[in-house]
């Protein structure tokens, strides 16, 4: 089993900065990818940034230069650097893992809820 925990989410006024957090434990013997959704109240959930085992990000179009997604030395934790943010990044945030344990696993966090007043 791979457990993730997220931290980091909170009210900011646009503008503002917010740093989300997403460690993962468990039998894990190889992570190929970490990335972080989010879902809006009545949206489907969408990614927002990935990255993989070597390094390569991808972005979605409407936090391209706003948002930085990073993990620590272990790469068993994966941050979320979000800048700027806009009302339309409000939603609840969730972070994925894939990789491989007892079997391949696609884990997901428990939410964490941004909240930006305008």
């Known amino acids: 089993q791979v457990q993730l925990v997220e931290s980091g989410g909170g009210l900011v006024q646009a503008g503002g900065s917010l740093r989300l957090s997403c460690a993962a434990s468990g039998i894990i013997f190889r992570i190929n990818a970490m990335g972080w959704y989010r879902q809006a109240p009545g949206k489907q959930r969408e990614l927002v940034a990935a990255?993989?085992?070597?390094?390569?990000?991808n972005y979605a179009d409407s936090v391209k230069g706003r948002f930085t997604i990073s993990t620590d030395n272990t790469k068993r934790t994966v941050y979320l650097q979000m800048n700027s943010l806009k009302p339309e990044d409000t939603a609840v945030y969730y972070c994925n893992v894939e990789g491989v344990g007892l079997g391949l696993f696609s884990s997901w966090g428990q939410g964490t809820q941004v909240t930006i007043s305008s």
């Open positions: 990255i993989t085992s070597d390094g390569s990000t």
